[in-house]
């Protein structure tokens, strides 16, 4: 009796691209994996924002589709994906920083109060108060990032004419009227 053993092809698996970069929008986009018929693969994701959407596992050659969630941030980020044990690395962009605040103006009687102002922008975006006016005092911190309360005092007007003053926060202008002293 002869008996012969003839062994399969290696599985010698390979992705294209290994990396990718992506805008900040929501997308999906595909991989291309190479094998030789009957090797079988698996895909390890542990990335919240990568879904992969033609499936975890398979055999042979295949494309693997996968969808990356729209970045609200302003911090690039980036996510690894394990195709087959071949490397799949994708890069976001951060999301641009725009900036609003709650109210672009507002009015306050002749005597002093106290108010405050939402500023509303993506997570990393930085942002400053600049306060040119010596009756408004900005009482929150001048300067941070993201989301934030802006508080501030006016003193109570002492002329008997009504005066008006900007605050900038981030690009926007607050524009803060008081109304003259009776």
Do not use: K
Request: net charge negative; glycine share 8%; charged share 5%.
């Amino acid at each position: 009796t002869l008996t012969l053993i003839q062994h399969g092809v290696p599985c010698d698996i390979s992705i294209s691209p290994t990396n990718r970069t992506h805008g900040y929008s929501a997308t999906t986009n595909l991989v291309s994996l190479a094998a030789p018929a009957g090797c079988a693969w698996t895909i390890v994701n542990a990335n919240n924002w990568i879904t992969i959407i033609s499936g975890t596992n398979g055999t042979g050659s295949n494309s693997v589709t996968y969808a990356v969630a729209a970045n609200s941030t302003a911090l690039e980020r980036t996510g690894v994906v394990m195709i087959a044990d071949q490397l799949l690395t994708l890069i976001q962009h951060a999301a641009p920083c725009t900036f609003a605040i709650s109210t672009t103006s507002r009015t306050h009687g002749y005597s002093g109060a106290t108010n405050l102002v939402i500023l509303t922008t993506p997570l990393g975006c930085p942002w400053n108060v600049v306060n040119t006016n010596d009756w408004v005092t900005i009482t929150s911190p001048a300067n941070g990032s993201g989301n934030a309360t802006i508080s501030y005092t006016v003193e109570t007007n002492p002329d008997t004419f009504n005066r008006t003053g900007v605050v900038m926060i981030a690009d926007q202008s607050l524009t803060l009227r008081q109304l003259a002293a009776p």
